[in-house]
T-cell receptor
Framework: GAVVSQHPSWVICKSGTSVKIECRSL??????MFWYRQFPKQSLMLMAT?????????EQGVEKDKFLINHASLTLSTLTVTSAHPEDSSFYIC?????????????FGEGSRLTVL | KQEVTQIPAALSVPEGENLVLNCSFT??????LQWFRQDPGKGLTSLLL?????REQTSGRLNASLDKSSGRSTLYIAASQPGDSATYLC??????????FGSGTKLNVKP
């Protein structure tokens, strides 16, 4: 299957700092990538849809100024958690779609665990 | 609104057993259905993708079926192994850019 790489896999930062997480599709181009947040023992919560060359589409309740998403190329999307606070600590996962919008297959990164002290 | 349900929530079986995981969805107008596994602290690994026009897909010891009319999909795992222990999730697209995930079935295969 296709490979999506996410980096870093874990990060610890101080409250008030910003953290950037990268999501790369290694062997395919993805016009659309997705960012999820997962709380312990829960399923995935979609945060936003990242569109190459345009603004991201955020889900209701997700602060766009807090979670900055940039999709500057067909293989890279970044999520920046700005002015991080302990409540932002979570497991963040990205995914990219290979193929058409209606029949394409989702591939996920390995996830990034953020801990804000 | 699409609702995706997975039963059972947890399953523990001895090694070697054949087992079936269930996924049901309320809106049958789906493009496809995808099965994933998630290991603790990891991302999701795609297992099988079934298009709406297909009835089943197979990969190794895994076989997934899709019955759109009844809103059901099953994931069959043959000759289970301890390495199969993980949480299994199914997902259906809501529209082109949103997906509904089930809450998962946590599988434990005992040696």
């Amino acid at each position: 299957g296709a490979v999506v790489s996410q980096h870093p896999s874990w990060v610890i930062c101080k409250s008030g700092t910003s953290v950037k997480i990268e999501c790369r599709s290694l062997d395919f181009q993805a016009t659309t990538m997705f960012w999820y947040r997962q709380f312990p023992k829960q399923s995935l919560m979609l945060m936003a849809t990242s569109n190459e060359g345009s603004k991201a589409t955020y889900e209701q309740g997700v602060e766009k100024d807090k979670f900055l998403i940039n999709h500057a190329s067909l293989t890279l999307s970044t999520l920046t958690v700005t002015s991080a606070h302990p409540e932002d600590s979570s497991f963040y996962i990205c995914s990219a779609r290979l193929g058409r919008a209606d029949t394409g297959e989702l591939f996920f990164g390995e996830g990034s665990r953020l801990t804000v002290l | 609104k699409q609702e995706v349900t997975q039963i059972p929530a947890a399953l523990s079986v001895p090694e070697g057993e054949n087992l079936v995981l269930n996924c049901s969805f309320t809106d049958s107008a789906i493009y496809n259905l995808q099965w994933f596994r998630q290991d603790p602290g990891k991302g999701l690994t795609s297992l099988l993708l079934i298009q709406s026009s297909q009835r089943e897909q197979t990969s190794g010891r895994l076989n997934a079926s899709l019955d759109k009319s009844s809103g059901r999909s099953t994931l069959y795992i043959a000759a289970s192994q301890p390495g199969d222990s993980a949480t299994y999730l199914c997902a259906v697209p809501r529209n082109f850019n949103k997906f509904y995930f089930g809450s998962g079935t946590k599988l434990n295969v005992k040696p």
